[in-house]
Each structure stands twice: as C-alpha cells, then as structure tokens.
C-alpha cells in the first residue's frame, strides 16, 4: 500500500473539536494523513501534500475591504494563518478543499467578496441551520466537483449564514442551491486541485458521494507526493 500523503486541517486555535474530528476521519478513511494545524504553528518547512481549510467563524470583511453589516464573532489571527496556508499552497500547486468557511475564505483570498448575510437572498430555501442533508443543489455539468460526486443533483445539510458574492477571477462556479447561491466553487486550472464547498461533507461521510470529495482530494495529494519524490 502507498504511503498515506500528509494532509494539513486547518482551524481555529480552540475548539471546533468534533468537526476537525470529523475532517480528520473522511480523510483517514480516504487513504491520507490527517495532522491538525492551528494559528502560530510553524509551516515555513511545507511537508504537506494537501490542505482542507475548516468551517468556523465568519471571515473578517476588512478582507475584501467592505464595512461590517453584521455583529459576528471574528477569528483576524486565524484569518491571516489560513489565509497564509491558502497562498503557500497555491504556490506549492498543494490540492486544497475549502469547507463552508473555508471556501468564502478561498474566494476572499483569491480577491472576490461575500455576501454577509444571506436572509433577504433566500426565497425557495431554508435559513435554518441543519446538519441534516435538507437543502438540493444543482453541480455544474461540465465541473469537476459534478464527477467527484458522480451526480448532477444532491441534497447537502447548511450551517451557513454567509456565502459568495463577487466570485474571484481564479474560481469558477461548482454549484448553486434553488435560490442561485453558490454553493460551491473550484479552480479554473483544471490540473490544479482547489474546491471549495458551502456544505459540510464531514457530517455527511455515511454517503458514499461526499467520502469521495476526501477521496478525490487525497488522490490528488498522492500525486503531489510522487511528483515530489
């Protein structure tokens, strides 16, 4: 059997145990390596084959230099460390999976914006905040993500009250829900692994279609490994 490729989780630098846990497992289960990474960690050596930035917090709007239009919590340290993680490993040509979270940030990073609040855009879908797999979204035919799941339509759960608005040059839409919210984003390059998801595929690994979203991820990283090697 290959070595499993090195796989950093990205997150906040307490908490957010369970779903790092649950990262961690879906990566496992596809063959990688998963080692748990928090602000102030040292990542200057770059050992790693692949990267998943977590859910969490909302990003912080200074980022995309707009005004704050909602009264959340902001993480600004753990905003520079993943931000930091998302430019090195585009620069290494490392697979990266954004979660939730970690795909607005993929999209700020790469200068598009979000929508902070996503109450006035919803008219055919739920506000409510299920782990549960409740919400349809529609896969771009022609997207890679559409073949990682073998599907076109599938049902996601939504813990989400932020999501993209102006998409980065870099990105292209995956997906998008019944009321045209992006729901997922991946690179233009096609042979360059970056997905980003506004769903939480790792309270969803008893499906078999978001297992391989991890798996699709960690054949890419082992890739990465042997070109390195």
Known sequence: MAARPLIAVTGPLKGALGPRLCVAMGIWLAGGRPRQLRPGDDVTDWPWQGVVITG???????????????????????????SAMISQALAHGTPILGICRGAQLLNVALGGSLFQDLR????????????????????????????????????????????????ADALQVSA????????????????????GVQ??????????????LFRALVCRARCQRLDAD
């Open 176 to 195: 998008r829900d019944q009321d045209d919210i992006i729901q997922a984003v991946e690179y233009r390059r096609p042979e360059h692994f970056v997905v």
């Open 120 to 167: 006035a855009r919803r008219r055919h879908t739920s506000h409510r905040r299920s782990l549960l797999p409740l919400k349809q979204i529609e896969l771009s035919a022609d997207s890679r993500l559409s073949q990682y799941l073998d599907t076109g339509l599938c049902r996601v759960n939504s813990l989400h009250n932020q999501a993209i608005d102006r998409l």
């Open 56 to 82: 969490g917090h909302d990003v912080d709007p200074v980022l995309y230099a707009a005004e704050p239009e909602v009264n959340p919590r902001y993480d600004t340290e753990r905003d520079a460390f993943e």
């Open 199 to 212: 769903w939480h595929p790792e309270f969803l690994l008893y499906q078999l279609r978001q297992r391989q």
